[in-house]
């Protein structure tokens, strides 16, 4: 039973190590065009071989690409070869890239009840959780697409405003095309948010297995408690190797920083 | 115990009676004694004998030896008195019952006994110990020496099938008992704790008489005291210590030496003789690895069967899955088998029906598990296949069992669509089985350079400025635009008055020539004209309401409105007339003139 599972196994792989010598772009060039490692990437990751799933992900995030749905499942890949912190780090930063992605926010929750530490967040100012609430529904350039629209649109109105001879026309133009410029001033200004949000990196994911967090950046500060791999922290301040952070419950504390990666 | 007390309490009279410093006297001495040449598997006896009481005994070490019993102590004592000279003699004994465990000289280090201070030794005590000439292992039992000592004419040994099996493989242990003596029955059968095991009594016939067997061509009565089977549940090295048999031996007793009746009448005297068996060590050797998922340790050769008793069956029925296993082994640890049931089913505790029988084989028969399910919906329901794993010892590998699933018709109940309605609120949740992140994004992907956000690129900044700077344009054209046609109506309102006064004095010489026509075509002409570029409207909107209504925005009195209309109807009106006469033709051309004089000086 066992050797007949290893030999079929083995077949398996070897088709799929046939197929991939098969795919385009694979036979001539050493390095590989980061659409055909993902597909092989989602090759293997359909066969159940995370681990190497895992390497071509990664290929291709560290050649310096990027994309909401390339973080998600390199999320998956991780959380496949059981490597929780890495998953729920991907995860992450697939929903910065794209919050409000339904897949990216089930798979992050799933992961995040692999997390040791259970840390009750701060309620939030009920306006801050709206605005965070609506800021999400889009990624940041869905907002600066629509700032770029709707802004277009207020020209528009507002050319017809001043072009127009009949007063009913005028109006309406004056009217929509006001409307549709504070529409695109929000837009605008969700945009910068988001830019600001994605690009700040103020938050991080902890990656090794327990930490303990200091009272001071050094050695000799007291232990005030220790925190597990996977835990999402907010970055507040950092020194040589220290960095200060706050837990969504609002203890903070300095560790340091190779425990932690940025989202 | 009893006998030690007595001897005590004996030994303080004694010592009320007789003054303890007469016996002082004497020198305190140990005497060591053992058989100097044993055979490996004979048990002896080491002796130390102590001529006074008191004092602390140190035994030896008897690192060369198993001990099976002892130190036991025993006291006698005797007292002379001759020509009234009291002599007595104290003996304390210390007995140890020893089997050797090699062949070789061993020599055992004097004991000693510490007495008010001083210590006193026996010597060393040397023995050899000879190879036996038969081995236990090989036959199951032992060859005696043939010296006279009682423990070779009557012994007990345990006997096991095989010193070395697997965890959970059983052992059977035969405790039998070889005697020459004639023996008339056991008082006391003091079976050791098997410890690591789990002992099972295979059933014995209570021994009513001996078997006749030869050992190296001796005869002995054997008998079977006990069998057990014996399960390891632990590994390692297990040791079984000796079982303690006290027999009762009838023994011929010579009444007197030399005396006349010996030779007829014997007296027989029954005596208490206790005997140890072999110690028992069995390796118990580990499960090898690679077990498969499943496997709790269920060691022998099994079958596996199961049955249900209905496939076809009506929602809240009762139906039951029998899970028989059978065979040899462990079968009293045999756990119930997990069964993933379907989830809607309601399910109880199996009813565990056994019956084992332990035999020298081992243990034989059947564990049978009753699964009592009762579905609570309609539908068709697999039971997955119910599989049994266990290790064969003989062929020494593992072993899985698998039955086939059941497939379950269960229709709806009779009265269930009666219930239905009154229960219709009581909608259940979907149930989820398992959890699992969802599946990776398998289309093809627009990938970005890290970092970067449209906001804040030039396209982005770019498209804003492009905007708005298209807006500004939009905005200067239309003004521009916007000044020069109110260059133009500037244009023509100035030069209105100028047009109409041109047209009216075209017409003054219509009317000259008496042109009727031409000159109320001229008139109107000139009206129509001055009010369309006085109130920048063009001709073709021009209507008289219309013209009546712009006159009025612009602040001209009704009066001077009407006159207007009068002149413009009265021409409309004498234009298709037949005739008319020239003082009503001189009389419009005054009117037209003052109206549009006046309107000029109001406009």
Same mark, same amino acid.
């Given at each position: ?11 398996? @792989? ?10 385009? *772009? ?18 293997? +990751? ?25 973080? +998600? ?103 929509? *095309? ?16 988001? @830019? ?11 990656? @090794? ?8 950046? *050094? ?21 040589? @190797? ?22 | ?22 016996? !002082? ?152 008992? %070889? ?81 006349? %009746? ?10 208490? #003789? ?66 993933? %049931? ?11 029906? !056994? ?32 599989? %049994? ?98 260059? #133009? ?64 925005? #612009? ?14 109807? #009265? ?33």
């Amino acid at each position: 039973m066992e050797g007949m599972n290893k030999i079929r196994k083995a077949h398996l @792989q070897m088709m799929i190590a046939f197929l991939l010598v098969m795919l385009p *772009g694979n036979a001539t060039t050493v390095r590989f065009s980061p659409d055909s490692l993902i597909t092989r990437a989602n090759l293997y +990751y359909a066969n159940g071989m995370y681990e190497d799933a895992v390497r071509l992900y990664r290929e291709v995030a560290d050649s310096g690409y990027a994309s909401a749905k390339l973080y +998600y499942n390199l999320g998956n890949a991780y959380f496949k070869a059981h490597d929780i912190p890495h998953a729920i780090l991907y995860y992450e930063r697939a929903r910065l890239l794209d919050p409000g992605d339904e897949d990216i926010r089930y798979n992050l929750e799933l992961a995040r009840t692999y997390v040791t530490d259970k840390v009750e967040p701060l309620p939030r100012f009920f306006l801050v959780a709206w605005y965070r609430w609506f800021l999400d529904r889009l990624p940041a350039d869905g907002w600066a697409i629509l700032s770029m629209v709707t802004f277009f649109f207020a020209a528009l109105f507002l050319s017809l405003y001043i072009i127009a001879r009949k007063e009913r026309l005028r109006k309406a133009g004056f009217v929509t *095309g006001m409307v549709t410029l504070a529409l695109s001033a929000l837009f605008f200004l969700f945009a910068w948010q988001s @830019q600001k949000i994605l690009t700040s990196h103020e938050e991080a994911i902890v990656m @090794q297995p327990a930490v303990t967090v200091k009272s001071s950046p *050094g050695d000799e500060g007291t232990d005030l408690f220790v925190i597990h791999e996977g835990l999402k922290v907010n970055v507040i301040d950092s020194l040589d @190797q220290w960095t200060e952070i706050r837990l969504e419950d609002g203890s903070k504390g300095w560790l340091p920083s190779e425990a932690i990666t940025k989202i | 115990m009893g006998d030690c007390k007595k001897t005590y309490l004996l030994w303080f009279f004694l010592g009320f009676f007789f003054p303890a410093g007469a016996l !002082t006297a004497q020198e305190v001495t140990i005497k060591a004694s053992a058989p100097k040449v044993v055979s490996l598997n004979q048990q002896f006896r080491l002796v130390y004998e102590i001529n006074t009481r008191g004092g602390k005994f140190i035994p030896p070490e008897l690192k060369d030896f198993e001990v099976l019993m002892g130190p036991s102590t025993s006291y006698s004592e005797s007292t002379q008195i001759i020509n009234g000279r009291i002599s007595r003699h104290v003996s304390y004994t210390y007995t140890y019952l020893l089997q050797p465990t090699k062949t070789g000289d061993f020599t055992i280090p004097p004991a000693r006994l510490q007495l008010k201070g001083k210590v006193y030794e026996s010597g060393p005590v040397k023995i050899t110990v000879v190879q036996g000439n038969n081995t236990q292992q090989a036959t199951g039992s032992t060859g005696k020496s043939t010296a006279g000592s009682a423990s070779s004419n009557l012994y007990v040994r345990m006997i096991v099938d095989k010193n070395e099996v697997y965890l959970g493989e059983p052992v059977v242990v035969t405790v039998k008992i %070889f005697s020459r003596v004639s023996l008339t029955g056991f008082e006391e059968v003091d079976m050791p704790e098997f410890n690591g095991f789990l002992k099972q009594e295979i059933p014995t016939p209570n021994l009513t008489s001996l078997q006749r067997e030869y050992i190296d061509g001796v005869a002995y009565n054997t008998g079977v005291i006990q069998r057990y089977l014996l399960f390891p549940q632990t590994t390692g090295e297990l040791k079984v210590d000796p079982v303690k048999i006290v027999c009762l031996v009838r023994k011929r007793v010579h009444a007197s030496p030399g005396g006349f %009746f010996d030779d007829f009448f014997d007296t027989y005297q029954t005596v208490r #003789q206790p005997i140890f068996s072999n110690r028992l060590k069995i390796r118990v050797k580990p499960l090898p690895s690679g077990a498969p998922e499943g496997f709790r340790g269920a060691v022998g050769t099994f079958g596996l069967d199961a049955s249900v008793d209905k496939t076809t069956l009506r929602v809240n029925d009762a139906v039951t899955l029998k899970v028989r296993i059978s065979g040899n082994g462990n079968l009293k640890l045999v756990e119930a088998p997990s069964i993933d %049931f379907p989830p809607d089913f309601e399910t109880y505790d199996p009813k565990v029906v !056994t019956h084992i029988k332990n035999t020298v084989h081992g243990a034989t028969g059947y564990k049978q598990f009753e699964y009592l399910m009762i579905p609570r919906h309609a539908g068709k329901y697999r039971i997955p296949p119910v599989t %049994f794993s266990y290790f064969d010892p003989v062929q020494k590998s593992y072993k899985t069992l698998r039955t086939p699933a059941f497939t379950l018709q269960v229709r709806k109940g009779e009265e269930e669509s009666g219930t239905q309605v009154v229960v219709s609120g009581d909608k259940e949740q979907v149930k989820y089985l398992g959890k699992d992140i969802r599946y990776i994004y398998t289309r093809p992907m627009r990938l970005k350079k890290e970092g970067y956000t449209l906001f804040g690129t030039l396209f982005f900044r770019l498209f804003f400025l492009v905007i708005f700077f298209l807006f500004v344009l939009v905005v200067l054209i239309s003004r521009h635009r916007r000044r020069m046609l109110g260059d #133009q109506r500037r244009v023509r309102n100035r030069k209105a008055n100028k047009v109409a006064r041109k047209r009216l004095k075209k017409a003054g010489s219509y009317l000259k020539t008496n042109d009727k026509a031409g000159f109320y075509e001229e008139v109107l002409r000139a009206m129509w004209g001055y009010l369309s570029d006085k109130m920048l409207l063009p001709l073709s909107d021009l209507t008289r309401e219309s013209a009546a209504a712009a006159l009025e925005s #612009q602040g001209i009195s009704k009066d001077l409105i009407e006159r207007l209309l009068r002149v413009i109807d #009265q021409c409309e009106f004498a234009r298709y007339a037949p005739e008319g006469e020239s003082g009503a033709m001189d009389k419009l051309y005054k009117e037209a003139v003052e109206v549009i004089s006046e309107l000029e000086e109001k406009l």
